[in-house]
């Protein structure tokens, strides 16, 4: 099983970045496709990027394209999410995922347990 753990959240202003990280502890982390979703408070945890087993396709939900950037390291079995020009609606727990392809990178298999972001106004 894949453990996984994000760090890199905190309480940011809006217009500001922030990168979020999640180390794998597997060493077949480069066999899985990896992903972000969030969750608001009071709504449901969304799908926000993915990126596929060598990194050379990515996914992106409509509302971060253009300003989140998924990329990631297999040598040091990480993936990354840089934030930019983050907006208020950004807040949320940000939860890293694997999955077994990019096909499937909605409906993942393993989780992390999620990181805080904050951007006020």
């Known amino acids: 099983q894949v453990q996984l753990v994000e760090s890199g959240g905190g309480l940011v202003q809006a217009g500001d970045s922030l990168r979020l990280s999640c180390a794998a502890s597997?060493?077949?982390?480069?066999?899985?496709?990896m992903g972000w979703f969030r969750q608001a408070p009071g709504k449901e945890r969304e799908f926000v990027a993915a990126?596929?087993?060598?990194?050379?396709?990515?996914d992106y939900t409509d509302s971060v394209k253009g300003r989140f950037s998924i990329s990631r390291d297999n040598a040091k079995n990480t993936v990354y999410l840089q934030m930019n020009s983050l907006k208020p609606e950004d807040t949320a727990v940000y939860y890293c995922?694997?999955?077994?392809?990019?096909?499937?990178?909605?409906?993942?298999?393993?989780w992390g347990q999620g990181t805080q972001v904050t951007v006020s106004s």
């Open positions: 995922a694997a999955s077994r392809s990019l096909a499937s990178s909605k409906t993942p298999a393993y």
């Open positions: 597997d060493r077949t982390f480069s066999t899985y496709a």
């Open positions: 990126i596929s087993r060598l990194g050379r396709s990515t």
